[in-house]
């Protein structure tokens, strides 16, 4: 069994930075990769970013110099650091990872950019 649960999430001004956290129930090292989704209402579920097992990254083009994801191994946790947020960035923030042959989904974290 394998638990994602994120936190973070909030209500910013244009602008503004929010960091998100994964933690993981088991050690991240084991996964293949982990990243960050999201969905605005209305919209599919969309790729934020992207952290593989040996660290290379990968960002969709609308984060792209904005968000940075990252992740402690000793913490079993990922994040997502995002800054210079703006509206279109509101949405509800999905942690997953792919582990041994399935994928795994946090809950979400809704994000509110608005002033």
């Known amino acids: 069994q394998v638990r994602l649960v994120e936190s973070g999430g909030g209500l910013v001004q244009p602008g503004g930075s929010l960091r998100l956290s994964c933690a993981a129930s088991?050690?991240?090292?084991?996964?293949?990769?982990m990243g960050w989704y999201r969905q605005a209402p209305g919209k599919e579920r969309e790729l934020v970013a992207t952290?593989?097992?040996?660290?290379?990254?990968n960002y969709a083009d609308s984060v792209k110099g904005r968000f940075t994801i990252s992740r402690d191994t000793a913490k079993d946790t990922v994040y997502l650091q995002m800054n210079s947020l703006k509206p279109e960035d509101t949405a509800v923030y999905y942690c997953?990872?792919?582990?041994?042959?399935?994928?795994?989904w946090g809950q979400g974290t809704q994000v509110t950019v608005s002033s």
């Open positions: 088991r050690n991240i090292v084991s996964f293949v990769y």
């Open positions: 997953n990872g792919y582990y041994a042959g399935s994928s795994y």
């Open positions: 952290i593989a097992l040996r660290g290379g990254t």
